[in-house]
């Protein structure tokens, strides 16, 4: 291996820096959809809170017993047909701990199925406030009620301590141990001390997500987004392999779509990648569900080797916070170093190779997805266009948006095509989307949060930071860092406050040459194809169950088949061709901006200057509240950014991603027990 080519194919450790400062999270959302992905198969049980304290104030002017039934009447309104829901209660027909089956008092009033939402609704106006609070008991039968296999989700709401063992905590751990695929999230109707402490430890020991809410408002919110989301679960696709604890009698494969897991310890996985034609490119992309919590920086290694063990490329998985914690990591044969004879590049056979690293025992048996592509040869690059340069972003008109369910992983992302599309997003949650993109062509993608007030103002709780991002095929981060007049600027993160915000990213134009960048925002767009784009919004400890509402406005500027390469003896690549999207002329520029309260793509917010040169878009009296350190980072980026720019090799490392007590009621009943 050369000098050039060992640097080239090892992650330079400012772009590790570069990219955990420029961090991108996610988020999913509800409502109607233009392009929504059909339910995954999953199944959900509502476990509900029926002590007596429900018949407290709610906040609101109601009892939390009325605002859970509004709420959850909202709710199953909104379900999928097709989805597999129940209903489980506690503390429904048993007074006082003393009374015999106090700890055990709670029933499955309406079993798991798709054709009961009558008996639902029903079973919620009878929900009355009565007895106990044994949450870890009705937990355990929550679990036997979703079955051992497929994916399941426990929704719990409660809105006190358990006053009964087993102790919901130990129980959610032991519930964990069952798979991957079954969750417990949780909505604390408000509680506080103990009582939150115990319920957020149900949450995270259960691998789900915990919620505040202190109104009907919140508890809907929280509600509609954990139960619908429990139907679009992150998803792994692909033909099912096995790779070896070795490269010798690794499974061969050929370039396609396949899945694996991750095994019992540090152990790597091996594969041999089959070469259909000498010279071509092979590369492979890993995504997976990231471990919870810990480091941002996923130390999972990707790497492509030949058979003699020369390294032709590797990387670290960036990781996606949110909800659903994507991480996704890339390998290429392709070196712009190319030498005579070069294995990488001639080799029949490559090996790749993914190691859990040091998070093998959060990974211990997570799927994961493997994405294989080889491209041929190209009979000559004299006539192509040369590497794209930094784009300059063309004002989009915004349109009448339509609904949208977003994604929360790669197999259910819509596909989109150029238009506006308004949801909501929740903190803390993962949006994908897919876009088409062809030769000439790049993507613009905008968001626009519009000025709020009230109850969701209050919730933003000074400022958020909101995440974009865009994803190439294969899987690397192909946003360009220094494009010009962004909209909100060309970085992926923008400040949201309660005065809304204009955010934009945009990726360089796809051409072949792109392939000899100096990283991966570079190479990445060096193929055509299916592209993703990512939204999220940050989220606070303390968070209440809260969501904005954005739109989405999606542009492919250039025409399409531009610069198209001619490969070698007709060949066509075997995944990534041309795919020639919906012919779309160049976003035009909005004549008048809009509104800042308007959620229409392209006006600017009040208070924003997204059409000023720099296309900042953060007023000058936010920077100046964030203080030193704020200022001390964006220095520190900048500087890590400049630096990437002029390094002459690649750096696939991690990506900008990372991130990553109330007492059952003891007074006498005011009325009779809940019925089932």
């Known amino acids: 291996m050369t000098t050039h080519q060992g640097h080239r194919r090892r992650p330079a450790v400012w772009a590790l820096l570069a990219i955990t400062l420029t961090a991108v999270l996610a988020g999913l959302t509800t409502g109607s959809a233009v392009a929504d992905p059909a339910p995954s198969g999953g199944k959900l049980v509502l476990v509900l809170d029926s002590s007596g304290s429900m018949k407290e104030p709610a906040g609101d002017g109601q009892t939390k017993i009325a605002a859970a039934r509004t709420a959850l009447t909202q709710v199953v309104t909104k379900l999928p047909t097709a989805a597999e829901v129940g ?65 399941r989700t426990i929704v719990l709401v409660s809105d006190g301590e358990a006053t009964c063992a087993p102790d919901p905590c130990v129980v959610a751990q032991s519930i964990a141990k069952q798979g991957i695929d079954l969750k417990i999230d949780v909505v604390g109707f408000r509680v506080a001390g103990k009582a939150r402490t115990q319920l957020q430890c149900v949450a995270r020991e259960g691998r789900g997500d915990y919620y505040d809410a202190d109104s009907t408002i919140d508890l809907e919110a929280g509600l509609d987004r954990l139960s619908t989301r429990a139907f679009r679960p992150f998803r792994i696709s692909g033909t099912p392999v096995q790779g070896a604890a070795q490269q010798e009698g690794a499974p061969e494969l050929a370039p396609g779509h396949y899945s694996d897991t991750f095994g019992v310890d540090s152990t ?6 089959k070469r259909t034609m000498t010279g071509s490119t092979l590369r492979a992309g890993v995504s997976f569900r990231r471990p919870s919590g810990g480091s941002f920086v996923i130390q999972t290694e990707v790497k492509l080797n030949t058979l003699t063990g020369e390294q032709c490329g590797w990387s670290y998985p960036r990781g996606f916070d949110g909800d659903q914690g994507l991480a996704t990591g890339t390998a290429a044969s392709w070196s712009k ?15 790749l190779t993914v190691n859990p690293g040091k998070d093998f025992r959060e990974l211990k048996g997570v799927p994961y997805e493997l994405r294989i592509d080889e491209e041929p040869p190209v009979d000559s690059t004299t006539s192509l266009p040369a590497a794209a340069d930094d784009p300059t972003w063309v004002p989009m008109r915004g349109s009448t948006p339509r609904a949208i369910v977003p994604g929360s992983s790669f197999p259910d992302a819509p596909l989109l095509q150029p238009g506006s599309y308004k949801t909501t997003l929740m903190p803390g949650e993962l949006q994908l989307y897919k876009v088409k993109a062809d030769w000439g062509q790049r993507i613009q993608a905008q968001i626009t949060v519009p000025e709020m007030a009230g109850a969701t103002a209050e919730a933003i709780d000074g400022i958020r930071y909101l995440d974009t991002a865009l994803i190439s095929p294969i899987g690397e981060d192909v946003y360009a860092v220094f494009a010009k007049k962004v909209p909100g600027g060309s970085y992926t993160k923008g400040v949201l406050t309660k005065r809304g915000l204009v955010k934009a990213v945009t990726s360089k134009e796809i051409r072949y040459l792109n392939r000899n960048g100096a990283n991966n925002q570079d190479t990445g767009t060096s193929t055509p194809g299916e592209y993703y784009i990512a939204v999220s919004l940050t989220r606070k400890d303390d968070d209440k169950a809260f969501t904005i509402p954005l739109t989405l406005t999606v542009g492919v500027v250039g025409t399409a088949g531009a610069g198209k390469p001619t490969y070698v003896d007709g060949a066509t690549p075997v995944s990534g061709d041309s795919i020639t999207p919906t012919p779309t002329a160049e976003p035009s520029a909005s004549d008048t901006p809009g509104d800042g309260d308007k959620t229409e793509a392209s006006g600017p917010v009040q208070g924003s200057n997204s059409d000023s040169g720099d296309g900042d878009g953060t007023p000058v009296a936010l920077i100046a509240g964030l203080g030193g350190g704020g200022v001390l980072l964006l220095l520190v980026g900048v500087f890590v950014v400049l630096r990437l720019r002029a390094k002459p090799a690649t750096a696939q490392a991690a990506g900008p991603w990372q991130q990553y007590p109330n007492q059952g009621g003891q007074n006498p009943p005011q009325q009779p027990p809940y019925q089932p």
């Open 87 to 151: 209903l489980r209660v506690y503390g429904a027909t048993v007074f006082k701990r003393t009374q015999p089956g106090a700890c055990t008092d709670t029933q499955l009033t309406v079993p798991i199925g798709t054709d009961n939402r009558p008996q639902l609704q029903a079973a919620i106006a009878k929900y009355k406030p009565y007895g106990e609070t044994p949450i870890g008991y009705a937990l355990q039968q929550a679990a036997k009620d979703l079955g051992p296999v497929g994916q």
């Open 268 to 273: 790597s996985k091996h594969y041999l990648l």
């Open 337 to 351: 170093y190319k030498k005579k004879n070069d294995e990488c590049a001639e080799s029949e056979q490559l090996v």
